[in-house]
């Protein structure tokens, strides 16, 4: 209910109690850790909320970007359009038949993780688009309002990964533009020792 109310009628008990609750997000918990809780309670002011049916699209590839999303819960899918061409089987008519794959999805994102904040960060458009996979809740944070408190972290966070992942040798001769791609359509997994990654089987 208080993410529904406009940020201005907000009572400042109000925003307290939601940043508690906020702060079991993982997105949220990084911020305070990073950041401090101070941060967040102005996140949090200014955090709406939105609710989306499964397989809706929240924003698709060429879009104007003016909002950033963080999932609590719930699952959605990034699509890109492919590097090369691919085919796909479908259903249609009663009969098996194949076509090029319009969008290919990349990952999954799920509860506590965000997405949208590329566009806000460069001003170019949308580079993918965001399907839902299940009912999905969202704290949504509008452009202004990012681009005032949380741009620079961003920025800075994406820094951070890309100057990580070049100091690896498997990524030492990929280009700046291969190697944000790269970050932005992949996911970040960790394995403790003894894990399995994968198994005979399973599929690629």
Known sequence: PILCKHPEDRTPDEIRALTSVMERVPFFREIVNDHGVETLQDIVRYLQYEFFLPKTMVFDIGSVGDKFYIILQGAVGVFINPTVNEVESIEENGMTVS??????????????????????????????????????????????????????KEEEKLIRQLGFLSSLEIFKKWNFSSLQKFYLNSKMLIFSRGNTVFDVGDLA
């Open 99 to 152: 076509r090029l794959k319009l969008l290919k999805e990349v990952k999954r994102l799920f509860d506590g993780e965000s997405f949208g904040e590329l566009a806000l960060m460069t001003r170019n458009p949308r580079r993918a688009r965001i399907q839902t996979r299940e009912e999905t809740h969202l704290a949504v944070l509008d452009k202004e309002s990012f681009q005032r408190i949380l741009k620079t």
